[in-house]
């Protein structure tokens, strides 16, 4: 069973979060920020995942905690999830339109985490979310899951749908990579393990 619980506790934050990459159902999101609620589960049903996520964090201050401790937990539980890696994928790419937008997404579940982010938003917030914060939960899920990921607007202006598109992509991205595909024999790598 390709699943995780995890929860994480600081002075900031406190997150639970669930995931089964092999079950579509639940998704259920609740951090407090309604904009990163909307993109979780944009990237769970484009991910066709089940995601569970209930966060409360200090948005008192601003919402970067609970957005970046998301994504840490995120990235660990995904991790978790994968196990040994054996019989995926490993590897995903997705564009996904988003009316004048255009959004790439590809991404190596490696071990070896990098994030090349290529977005800029005219936009700095879309209802209470920082747009310069879809880049930092991308880092966390990066750094956290061991995965390198290349994200990039090609072309667009609107701010929502520049954001969304990248949620959609990485989400399906995601789906490929994590895909097990009879065709491969143990690890998908040289080295023999991942």
């Known amino acids: 069973m390709r699943q995780a619980s995890m929860k994480r506790q600081t002075k900031e934050t406190q997150i639970e979060l669930k995931v089964h990459l092999d079950q579509q159902e639940p998704v259920k999101i609740d951090t407090g920020v309604g904009f990163l609620d909307h993109m979780l589960t944009l990237f ?97 899920l990066a750094f956290n899951l061991g995965m390198n990921l290349h994200l990039k607007i090609l072309h667009g202006k609107n701010s929502h749908h520049k954001a969304e598109s990248l949620f959609k992509a990485s989400g399906r991205a995601l789906r490929e990579a994590i895909t097990i595909n009879p065709q491969i024999q143990g690890v998908n790598s040289t080295k023999g393990s991942l």
């Open 44 to 140: 769970a049903r484009h991910s066709r995942i089940s995601l569970e996520v209930k966060a409360t964090g200090d948005l008192w201050v601003d919402s970067h905690h609970t957005v970046e401790d998301v994504g840490i937990v995120l990235g660990q539980a995904l991790r978790q999830a994968l196990g040994d890696k054996v019989g995926i994928n490993r590897y995903g790419t997705s564009f996904v339109p988003m009316d004048e937008t255009l959004g790439l997404a590809s991404l190596d579940l490696s071990g070896r985490a990098y994030l090349v982010f290529e977005a800029d938003f005219a936009n700095p917030k879309l209802g209470q979310f920082d747009t310069e914060l879809v880049e930092e939960f991308f880092q966390a």
